[in-house]
């Protein structure tokens, strides 16, 4: 490949989506890349086609390469198509959240530097609260009321553009960036995650994800606006495989649709693999074409839905800023495990001095790779975040984790969430995990708050699976035959819902505001005491 000799890096007809699209379109025109829930399916010779029309409407609108332009769509063909689009261009793909509003709305629309978003026009109400003086021109997928001093132009008039594509004024390169991609803020703003072509790549590549082949039929059903759904299509593509593409994840409609369309690769959060497995049993549940799923993270529920479904279970660790470098074998046997270290990257847990911890100890993990770009690039407009994550050569996750004896590394808690009770450091991870296997409970988040004594006490925060009622009582003797007694909530509190960030994470920093509210149940008020076992020779 002109440009660079590298062996690390692979040829631009490998990892950058433009030169993908064409390739497979001479090299396989009419096998399936896509399939929809209403049966529609495009051909790789055909959704190039429709890209390249998208593309050329873009360009009309000014749109070259290195521009950033702001996508606010739900999963469907107008975000598979305008993704693909921009970057058939060059320029930088940067979705949004489609529940952002106010000021988050706000701060990504002014930080993305975005002048034209594609929006749905559902959504674009939400505008007339926002100060975004570099936003210009709405391009509106459906009917909406766009706010005046915006230029609008319709989605389905880019799709029929007419007109010869101007080539770009140098060839698109694996470091150039692909996307700027929004973590939610859980206690300050949202930072843009710059990603290049290559850190795509690396991130499910045949390094990363050897799992999957060119056979496989992948099911998206995360949001395209995350790395979990925006990665999916291009796994795929860079292999010249194929997707079916969900517009949200139904516990009621899933299997049908993974039926419909034959996937035979599933990505399930952990939390989507328990609502299944509280599904009544039935005689269809191996009527599937389905060999693989990723489980992230594992749960109690990963063997059992292993044998129920028949399917290989897999799990990994991954962030938007890093690619994949904990990936399991199949079905692994270590309870709560993340996996092992993939081929081209180097972990380390450290203290707060980065030292390297010893075996069985609590530490950051901490990353680099022997690919350039094969990770994160940075935050967009924000230096000193990048410094901080970024030191000594080194990515700093912010994850507290153990490695076992074997080489196995167990995510313990985010450091910020670990929960120090009477001298033990407690992970709300691995309690919330014990939490969720009552069959009652639908989803948990555990904190600390301050205790009468010192230090914290421990209290979970749960909502129930739908029309079942939790005995906090019954549920403290279900946790206390799993867990050391000191990890046992002293404090219960059941909600219909837990409050969420737009991107679905638990905002653990609203629960703590809170605190012990009146609603709260206290297992010593009720009588509920643990106590530490005692050993006699």
Known sequence: ????????????????????????????????????????????????????????????????????????????????????????????????????????????????????????????????????????????????????????????????????????????????????????????????????????????????????????????????????GMGLPFVMFARGGSIAMMESYSTDTFWDFVKQTKCTAIFLLGVMATFLMKRPQAAADRDHKVRLALMVPLTDDAAPFSERFGIDVYTIFNMTEISSPIVSEPNPTKRGTCGRPRRGVEVRLVDENECEVPVGQVGEMILRTDRPWAMNSGYHKNPEATARAWRNGWFHTGDGFRRDEDGYFYFVDRLKDTIRRRGENISSFEVEAEIVAYPSVREAAVIGVPSDLSEDEVMAVIAPVPGQIIDPAELIGFLAERMAYFMVPRYIRILDDLPKTPSAKVQKAVLRGEGVTTDTWDREVAGLRLRREQFRS
């Open 1 to 228: 490949m002109p440009g660079h000799s590298d062996p690390r890096v692979p040829a631009r007809e490998l990892c950058v989506s433009r030169y993908l699209m064409d390739r497979w379109a001479r090299e396989k025109p009419e096998q399936t890349f896509v399939v929809f829930a209403d049966g529609e399916e495009w051909s790789f010779s055909e959704f190039r086609h429709r890209v390249i029309k998208v593309a050329t409407g873009l360009q009309q609108l000014g749109v070259a390469r290195g521009h950033h332009v702001a996508v606010w769509l739900p999963n469907g063909r107008e975000g598979l198509l305008i993704q693909f689009a921009i970057n058939y261009l060059g320029a930088v793909f940067v979705p949004f959240n489609t529940a952002y509003r106010g000021t988050i709305l706000q701060h990504v629309l002014n930080n993305s530097d975005a002048s034209i978003l594609v929006a749905h026009g559902t959504l674009v109400e939400r505008l007339a609260d926002v100060q975004a003086p570099n936003l210009q021109h709405v391009v509106l997928v459906g009917e909406g009321s766009v706010p005046s001093g915006l230029r609008v132009s319709a989605f389905e008039t880019l799709a029929r553009s007419l007109g010869v594509l101007v080539e770009p004024d140098r060839p698109i390169e694996p470091w150039d960036t692909q996307s700027i991609i929004y973590t939610s803020g859980t206690t300050g703003p949202s930072k843009g995650v710059l990603s290049s072509y290559l850190h795509l790549y690396t991130n499910a590549g045949p390094d990363s994800w050897a799992m999957v082949t060119a056979e496989d039929r992948f099911l998206v059903n995360m949001p395209l606006f995350h790395i979990g």
